[in-house]
């Protein structure tokens, strides 16, 4: 999500680009799908609410990992407010 944010000319912060340092931290504004927190910047108790996550290495992902051809998943959408 970073990378895509820079390609499209947003100024983000960052730093490590590993989830360690929450520089590139967004607020969540709405989201479909569950977000797969893949930082170490973040408590779990912090990750519970889906609030807040790392976009230099989290993201959102549909919630139906099961998924088949009779019962597709839903795709997963994410906003977010960017500083």
């Known amino acids: 999500m970073l990378e895509a944010l820079e390609r499209g000319g947003v100024d983000t912060m960052s ?3 590993r989830g360690e340092c929450g520089l590139c931290q967004v ?6 799908g569950e977000v797969d927190h893949r930082d170490v910047f ?4 912090q990750k519970a609410p889906n609030a807040t996550m790392c976009c230099c290495v989290s ?3 549909a919630t139906r990992p099961d998924s088949t ?3 597709p998943a839903q795709s997963a959408l994410v906003t977010i407010d960017v500083p």
Do not use: G, H, Q, T
């Not at 973040?42 to 108790?45: E, F, I, K, L, T």
């Open 15 to 17: 730093d490590c680009r």
């Open 59 to 61: 993201r959102a992902v």
């Open 42 to 45: 973040y408590s779990d108790r």
């Open 27 to 32: 607020k969540i504004l709405e989201l479909s």
């Open 69 to 71: 051809p009779e019962n």
